[in-house]
């Protein structure tokens, strides 16, 4: 797959089948997409083309949003290569893109810039100005530019009952087995490996302190789950902790690892977690006696569901 950072970048003299949304998460209603549009460019001997956008629209159009993101560009990107996609075109999102007309948006950049010929759109798909444009707009726009509107109708779309916007709110409440089971891969956690205060050591617990430099990454709620890592192409399992570590008397939010049977030096390699399962909560603990006595029952419940449920 080859990645454009902007519509004005792509060089391609190849006709495109094209789909266009921001596929956060690129989910399993993302995939069923994302599979038809590579199906369908396989049948019509044409390249297949994802046009999306960064930063997401609501971020500049509604600025009281706190909307986060379920994937980083990098994330994104490596997703939509593993669904086969010839072209990803990443447009960068502001105040100026989004006054395009629905028809200067199709002219000038689907056919003039992309050389589109065929369109898989959603059937309640809205685009350009005050968006303006929808289905209705796009089949007349393909009559006057030459390229075909595949509409996927709501009954498709309907069997795949998920959204962004449900993976989201599965995160925040720290149900990671929905959202996986929605994104139908797992949840992760990119950044380098930072120096902490080194407190896991001193209780036989070390931990891997995890930057995500994106801030507007959607960390999951606060809790231990069990993940699991390569590093140095070998898998490692471990416990995630997301939380302000209240028993030693934390004053922000960290993203701490303990893999297990692991004593590699890692500190700013990065490394990318996939959280498989929530154990429980972050609770303040009377003594650091009890956390470690909750640390190691929390390390032999993972260890058995690893082992008995697969993971």
Known sequence: MKTFEKVADFNKNKATIITIGTFDGVHLGHQKILKQLTNEAKKSNLKSLVLTFFPHPRMVLQKESDIKLIN?????QALCSDMAIDYL?????????????????????????????KLIIGYDHQFGKNREGGIEELQEFGLMFDFEVIEIDKQELNTVAVSSTKVRNALREGNITLANSYLGHSYTITGPVVSGKKLGRTI????????????YK????????????VIDSHMYYGMLNIGNRPTVGG????????????????????????????LRDEHKFDSIESLVKQLQKDKKEALVIIKNEQL
């Open 251 to 278: 004053t922000h939010r960290t993203i701490e690892v303990h893999f297990f049977d692991f004593d590699k030096d890692i500190y700013y390699k990065t490394i990318q977690l996939q959280i498989l399962k929530r």
């Open 204 to 215: 036989h617990f070390p931990t891997a302190n995890i930057h995500v430099p994106e801030l």
């Open 218 to 229: 959607l960390i999951p709620k606060d809790g231990v789950y069990i993940v699991k890592s």
């Open 89 to 117: 075109v990443i447009q960068p999102f502001n105040k100026a893109f989004s006054r395009y007309t629905a028809l200067e948006f199709v002219r000038d950049i689907l056919v003039e810039q992309l050389h589109m010929k």
């Open 72 to 76: 980083t560009i990098a994330e994104k």
